[in-house]
């Protein structure tokens, strides 16, 4: 079943225009699966639905969490999906298991004053002023648009000419949506187009080519990696004196939606904006929006009153 592996991938790369960490995930949990089935001598091309809710069990045993369970059984029922539609196997037995669903919880989310003290301090990280403006550059970006980090240090250069209040970005499965920029946000990328220009025209005068990417680095990719953008948040969050456990970019995504949400925000307003397929996955962010109502209710119903 192994030797489905490829096909599967390629198949969700063509149809759904899976994006390449999406690729690399469906690896990674199939993986997973088959070497659990390899483990327990387990025919993955005729067992049954009992051996794929005993790897789920397991999986719960090792204390991996309901939303890791849920993503590990989705791509086990697609990858026998495709096996079924591509007549590999006369059944789907994943069809019919039901998952550990997906918990609500929106972790602890940043407040608007840890975010600004997050931003202010992003300028006072980095070797030199170049630095330090392509981090208050990033900071800004990512929390004045909600975006996720692949689509934040993956921008095009192109995307930030003539000075937009809009940028165009393209998520996942290479959808796109328009997002607009803040006053903030728009003079630092403006600021720093004029730094990074120089350093590519000082980099092309030695022979290098010239980078289509915002924030461009020496990386495979061309531009700054997610790991780096990760490690550089948690610097930050040390200069603004707050835990680094506490901070990621998505956090800062989560940030992004709550507050907005909390300022009176429509939430299929939010849902374009982060560029979620459903409403139900932007729906977690309603916590906000039962606070606000019971503050209402507190506020404004004659029998609150004292």
Not at 149 to 165: H, Q
Request: charge should be positive; glycine fraction near 8%; hydrophobic fraction near 40%.
């Amino acid at each position: 079943m192994s030797d489905w592996l490829g096909p599967f991938l390629e198949t969700k790369a063509a149809e759904a225009g899976a994006a390449k960490n999406t690729l690399l995930a469906y690896a990674r949990d199939l993986n997973s699966f088959l070497g659990w089935c390899d483990h327990h001598n387990h025919a993955p091309e005729r067992l049954g639905a009992t051996e794929i809710e005993a790897y789920l069990v397991a999986c719960d045993a090792q204390g991996l969490a309901k939303s890791t369970r849920a993503r590990r059984l989705s791509a086990i029922k697609q990858y026998y999906r495709f096996a079924y539609e591509e007549r590999l196997r006369a059944d789907n037995p994943a069809l019919e298991i039901s998952g550990p669903g997906r918990s609500k919880a929106l972790p602890k989310v940043l407040s608007e004053q840890e975010v600004g003290r997050l931003l202010v301090s992003a300028g006072a990280v980095g070797r030199g002023s170049g630095e330090r403006l392509r981090n208050r550059c990033l900071m800004e970006l990512l929390y004045a648009t909600g975006m996720r980090v692949s689509e934040l240090v993956g921008l095009p250069v192109a995307a930030a000419r003539g000075n937009p209040r809009y940028l165009l970005i393209r998520g996942k499965g290479g959808k796109e949506r328009i997002v607009p920029l803040s006053p903030d946000a728009r003079t630092l990328v403006q600021e720093w187009l004029v730094l990074r220009d120089a350093a590519e025209e000082a980099a092309r005068a030695k022979g290098r080519a010239a980078s289509r990417f915002l924030f461009p680095s020496q990386s495979k990719a061309g531009h700054m990696t997610r790991h780096r953008f990760y490690l550089l948040i948690k610097e930050i969050a040390v200069v603004a004196g707050i835990s680094p456990e506490a901070v990621s970019p998505h956090k800062l995504r989560h940030a992004f939606a709550t507050h907005l949400l909390a300022n009176g925000a429509d939430l299929r307003a939010i849902q374009t904006l982060l560029g979620h397929a459903d409403v139900a996955t932007t729906e977690i962010y309603t916590h906000v929006l039962e606070k606000r109502l019971a503050d209402l209710v507190l506020n404004h119903h004659p029998m609150a009153k004292d």
